[in-house]
């Protein structure tokens, strides 16, 4: 067998497979895509101006919030609706100029994660690569489970039964800062 015959079998069966697996499997949804549109500026608006977050490495963060979060966010009054996704911008100064990641929440359908508001998590890079996705085991989703709840003021025994809303601390397990 010559090398132009195994060429040609070669690039005759690709083809082939390619139609066969397509056909044979559901397309996924990309796991290395960021939750957020390249063009998010142009229709998520800032909900916490340029701060710096004891919460985020002590970096300075910009809040923006896309439109179907948006009012909630700021009535914090009702649950964030499915697909509300709340972008934090990260940065190295305190000017909010040199962005090092974003942070992303997006609220995902009852039962992704209920112990954490069944928000999906994400931190991405300037270059859109995702540094990591979903529920993760940092302090991400555990200091978020308290955000916008605090326990009934009263006795030991019932503080932790009937948490309540806290708006000032945010809002539906994603922190105001």
């Known amino acids: 067998m010559s090398w132009s015959s195994v060429s040609r079998r070669r690039c ?4 082939l497979l390619t139609v066969v697996s397509l056909e044979a499997c559901e397309v996924a ?5 960021a939750l957020f549109p390249p063009d998010y500026t142009k229709t998520y608006r800032e909900v916490r101006s340029c701060r710096v977050s004891v919460d985020h490495n002590l970096n300075a963060i910009r809040i923006l919030a896309d439109p179907v979060g948006y009012d909630t ?9 499915v697909g509300s996704t709340i972008l ?3 940065y190295s100064d305190l000017g909010c ?5 974003w942070t992303v929440g997006r ?5 992704y994660d209920s112990a954490n508001g069944d928000w999906r998590y994400q931190q991405v890079r300037p270059d859109r690569s995702v540094i990591f996705d979903g529920v993760p085991v940092s302090c991400v989703a555990g200091c978020h489970a308290i ?3 605090r326990a009934t003021p009263g006795p030991a025994s019932t503080r932790a039964q009937k948490p309540h809303p806290v708006p000032e601390d945010g809002w539906d397990h994603m922190c105001a800062d």
């Open 107 to 111: 609220k995902e359908a009852a039962g």
């Open 88 to 90: 934090k911008e990260e």
């Open 147 to 149: 955000c916008g709840t």
């Open 73 to 81: 966010y700021l009535q914090r009054q009702a649950p964030f609706p």
């Open 97 to 101: 100029t040199q962005l090092l990641y």
């Open 12 to 15: 005759c069966a690709l083809p």
């Open 29 to 33: 949804p990309e796991a290395d895509a």
